[in-house]
């Protein structure tokens, strides 16, 4: 049995650990930690979780947890998944990996020296609908690969406590939703990219909406784009462009709640959807499976490094200053 402790009462928690892990019978959510006053005590008595914290250092020191999900605010996902993985705990780590890829470098290797297991939390990559588009590219099904157009769009109101319009705490169109995008491409190709252009919407310090373009050693080309400016509302599409014809992933991130895969191959056209568990299910089912047995998962190591890598460049070639994050 995994038990699971969980940092912070984020949103993502109910659906990314709560809900599948409650469809297993191998796992367990045996804490939670909050630092605001009495949020843990209430997330916990909600959900039926036997301890709660009001510190993050208390759970991570719970012997009784095996698995670390640190879904914490980007700033503070390198220190303590470092005191996780210092503790002997595997940690499950939310995306944006950290603040910069010094940091995601850091604690890659601390996971290494400690022999534990380090992921982040692209739950996407697992579901068959990523997986079939791999498949396609693998295949050459779509012929030689020429371009890719990513992007992710959803409106993030300016609301008090909101992180993600917070520069210290990690915010950005970039860090919270185009890391998905830069990840799709990266994750398809099995490259790491040039950034040969950039653009940011500044507000406040923080990019409201971020535009780039990529080049890939094999010379394919791909555009990202991502805003978390009104009107948008979870727009998600991945287009990828071959030889032969064209393969459209339309929210490809969370497909259990509605996706359409379109292709045209050789002219002829066909758009469905593939049936399936929630992405969340998929990506737990993994990282179970990869503690027990050992095996690699494609969101650690030196993936979640060269995800930040591209972050930060795209930062760089937009000229956002963001020498305070060192």
């Not at 290797?109 to 588009?133: K, N, T, W």
């Not at 287009?239 to 292709?263: C, D, M």
């Amino acid at each position: 049995m995994l038990k699971i402790g969980l940092l912070g009462a984020a949103r993502v928690t109910k659906m990314a650990i709560l809900e599948p892990a409650a469809r297993r019978r191998d796992v367990e959510i045996a804490a939670i930690a909050s630092a605001r006053p009495g949020q843990a005590e209430a997330f916990a008595r909600a959900h039926e979780i036997p301890r709660f914290y009001e510190r993050y250092e208390d759970l991570i020191a719970d012997r009784d947890v095996d698995l670390v999900y640190n879904a914490l605010a980007p700033n503070n996902h390198c220190r303590y998944s470092l005191l996780a993985l210092e503790a002997g705990k595997h940690v499950l780590c939310e995306k944006p990996f950290a603040m910069t890829a010094a940091q995601a470098r850091s604690m890659v290797a601390a996971g290494r020296s400690c022999g534990r297991r380090l992921i982040e939390a692209f739950h996407d990559v697992y579901h068959p609908v990523f997986g079939y588009a791999a498949e396609q590219v693998a295949s050459g099904r779509l012929g030689r690969v020429r371009s890719l157009k990513a992007a992710f769009n959803h409106f993030i109101p300016q609301e008090l406590g909101e992180f993600r319009h917070v520069r210290e705490a990690g915010g950005g169109a970039l860090m919270d939703l185009g890391c998905y995008p830069v990840h799709w491409c990266r994750a398809l190709l099995g490259e790491e990219p040039t950034v040969e252009a950039a653009s940011c919407t500044m507000l406040n310090h923080v990019d409201q909406e971020t535009t780039a373009r990529f080049r890939f050693p094999s010379g394919i080309v791909a555009e990202i784009e991502t805003r978390m400016t009104s009107p948008w509302n979870m727009h998600a599409r991945f287009e990828i462009l071959g030889e032969r014809g064209k393969l459209l992933l339309i929210n490809s991130l969370v497909p259990h709640r509605g996706h359409s895969i379109q292709e045209v191959i050789d002219s002829d056209f066909r758009e469905f959807t593939l049936a399936g568990d929630t992405t969340f299910d998929y990506q737990l089912e993994a990282v179970i499976a990869a503690i027990r047995d050992g095996t690699s998962l494609p969101t650690e190591g030196r993936d979640p490094v060269g995800n930040m890598a591209a972050i930060d460049a795209i930062y760089a070639r937009a000229g956002v200053d963001r020498a305070w994050c060192d």
